[in-house]
């Protein structure tokens, strides 16, 4: 299949994955290697830089992109305002070396949503400072068109809530979102569940999927990395493949008496 | 993963997949190489065997089946009386040489759903006589039970109606099913449209599906056949690796500064 | 509207409900009253007709029929034969002085649906001595088809299994039931959690609606009652009215400049 | 039932209904008169005050409103930015003697979604303007959270884009915002298609709903205007009344023989 192209990186895997609530670091490891993946987020805020631990699952988690080829996405997780996002960003840049930015803005602490003013205002100041940025949004076509006009080439509007393994809220949001910004790289994040809902996401023509709890929380990491892998894979291809359209009514698979099949509707 | 065991026979693939509506023969045999299963099903009543071209078939798909190592599943379609249902089957296992039989009664011409009665008839009938029977059914749990009681050991209840690419109607009645029958091998047969039901199945539990316009009616069936194999592959190990449980709340990956993110709830 | 036709009788509500469950027969009775009910249902099992506490429930809930101009309904729940429930039906018979019957048979313990084997088999023995049978039944167009044939003029399938609340479950089945049984009289009993459900099904183009759980169960059981029938009128009319049918795309409603109202698409 | 309360006006109905696309003018009376609505929308912008149609609607609407002695509900329907919102609220309030104002600042021609940023804009100048402003907004908690703030008692978030009849897209999101902002006043607006659509809206705890393709576009709009009346009376009576939590098993109403009802569980 296509790759994935974020800013211009080509990547074989379309799964994003995060590097959070693992039971160990060495699970952790097996599972991002078990996904494909080539992108692992990973929060500034979280690990404190001062501290060892931090400094050594950083290095810990630059050893495993390096690994398998591909790139550490910084995220801004935590942040409330615009202006502790955009310090977070610029300090998360130069520590891990990248202008690759995801962006949230945390606007509610009932459902973690992002805070569409301040996520926009934020994006504007980190796009104009020159970096990368891949926001985090809800399902707004309005809000998704806006920070693609800014400049964000990678849009990723959120499933459900984190952590919820809710799946699809809003498939009629999402598809809108599809079928309005053919161009932009969409990428579904936050509330995904199950494999299925990360296949009916590329189903819908989504470029991609990032996801952390539905990995870390399963009862086997490693192997539930693997059927995320497979569920993008399975979904991609049959939007390729061209899915059949729903019908009202039922169809005979096996309709006539002694007519070829290759000539039966 | 673990093999499916349909009366016995393990085999690799739980997709079971139908050999009618294809745009031509070659590209029938291509998708059923690509899907990677090993049982197909045809229709008796559909080729004649009085003429050439069902012959010819008949002998094409044999030779699919060979190949994979794999079985010919002879189906009912288009049967609506136990009687004549029962007649079929065994021209079906004459010709054929098998006594697998995937028994198709039809009770409505306009949702095609089986009827229950006279499944259960020619169930019993066919029980006593030596097949194997594979019903297709509806999602009700005491037919269910009743078949299973007379000595089916597969059973294979709809997703939706024939041909129609619903999906998963009733998820509640095919999850209670599944709670309540744990030791029948379940497969979901009917009304699958795109590979994220197939997936949604399989983490459900489900032994397996069975499935044909889906891959049949898509641009490119090769392509879906194989976007198939994967999605079953993908629910599968979703469902042994331990789906997390939706939550009504959002909870945060990366919740507590200076916290080693392995010791995070 | 349109009176509701119970063999030949015309009713004024819609409603059909039940007496169990409730704080105390006081407040039932101004939930039936509230409700403007005339038909409700009540078990001969479940009130020892040996016992005066039985007997006392028989007269009071004889005289809230007779003060509405209403009908006592007897079900036979609780059985799981054919055998068993067609003893009860005649014992009810008796005792009630009525040859309307609610049929329940039950097929399994978890979900509590009806047996579809052992329903039709008791309906068929009621219906040949002369009982007016009102089948509680699965959403299986097949068995509802077979029932009609039969001879019950009134049909009874389920949302979802009793006490659930969850609602519809399965509308695509429902709405087929209506369309190819358009002259059966069909009432959604069981599974009903909240006003909103009822009215549904009665835009659905359903005659009725039989519940007990969602009234009973309520904080106030008469307020839910007068709720539930304000709920069917809303959706009776509803569907007399015409609903507009479902679109893909955002149209406005107040669309061109200059353009009276009345001219608008 | 309570009243609603519109900025410190008491309401008897919790319709708000709009005044567009009705087969004629007398048919919009009678349905608007038959819904028991006390607060009609109407546009400036659609008709021109420059022509004498425009005024004789208007006048005509008056009458009716003091007929039903209700309000006036002017909106923006069809502007795209908070300038231009702006200016026709201004217009609106002196020609309509009325300081309300429905804010509607179209974001997308697709969907017709309100621009969440223009939105924000323009209630921000119009509040501090003097006016009582009702905003059209998405299902977005943050952004309601913000309106609110800005000083919009009343809120009112779509079910589904406008026209679509699509009825509650989002329900989870619609409970989230009814469970953040317990002191707002919550209008259910946009995409509501049937009765039951605006009896769910009711049985969230949402104080009200505005809608008028359902009702213009019906084959017999005066019948679907009462449908709604007592559909939404139904709604709220439940939620008041205390909707049963749904259940994964299924409960008999009829459980034990020979318990008095009003002992069982």
Known sequence: MMSLNIYGQQLDSRLLIGSALYPSPQVMKQAILASGSQVVTLSLKRQNPAEQAGQQIWRYLQEIVTEVNGHLLPNTAGCKTAKETVTLAKMSREIFQTDWIKLEVIG??????????????AA???INDGFKVLPYCTDDLVLCQRLYDLGCQVIMPWASPIGTGKGLM???NLETIRLRLPDATLILDAGIGKPSDACLAMEMGYDGVLLNSAVALADNPVLMAKAFGQALQAGEQGYVAGIMPQRQTAHPSTPTLDTPFWHQP
């Open 124 to 126: 504007e100041q980190l």
């Open 170 to 172: 809003n498939p009629y």
């Open 108 to 121: 509610d602490d009932y459902n973690l949503q992002p805070d569409p003013i301040e996520l926009l205002n």
